[in-house]
């Protein structure tokens, strides 16, 4: 959003330069002589080939930053499959780790006759 606002600022500072300069001059570069070179194209023209080398000087930190945020994903990706199978090594060992479940035996009461014996029951000898 700062960007936008700092574009939009720098294109209408252009735009009220170029309404207030109308007047040609005389340019030479190197070897090369312009006459009658409007003063506004040559604003126009230093401030696009500023934007094009602050963009080639930021490049290389931009792929670099990309390059490692790649790294750093997949590195994560590669700790999260290792913590999820440390989860399930722990649960696996938990579960062999607890005792068995017992199961729960709820005493009868008078629903049952109790149980008669005929008298003939065989004592073991010992």
């Known amino acids: 959003m700062l960007f936008l606002v700092l574009v939009l600022i720098v294109a209408l500072l252009t735009v009220v330069f170029a309404v207030a300069n109308t007047a040609t001059v005389p340019v030479s570069i190197l070897v090369a002589e312009f ?25 290389p930190a931009y792929v670099r930053s990309k390059r490692i945020i790649s790294g750093q994903r997949k590195k994560i990706i590669g700790l999260e499959k290792s913590v999820a199978e440390q989860t399930s090594k722990v649960e696996q060992l938990e579960q062999k780790l607890s005792p068995p479940a017992v199961p729960v035996v709820t005493p009868v009461t008078g629903s049952q006759p109790p149980i008669e014996s005929s008298g003939n029951s065989i004592d073991p000898v010992i």
């Open 35 to 59: 006459q009658d070179v409007s003063i506004v194209l040559l604003v126009v023209i230093a401030l696009l080939l500023g934007v094009l080398i602050t963009y080639i000087g930021m490049l």
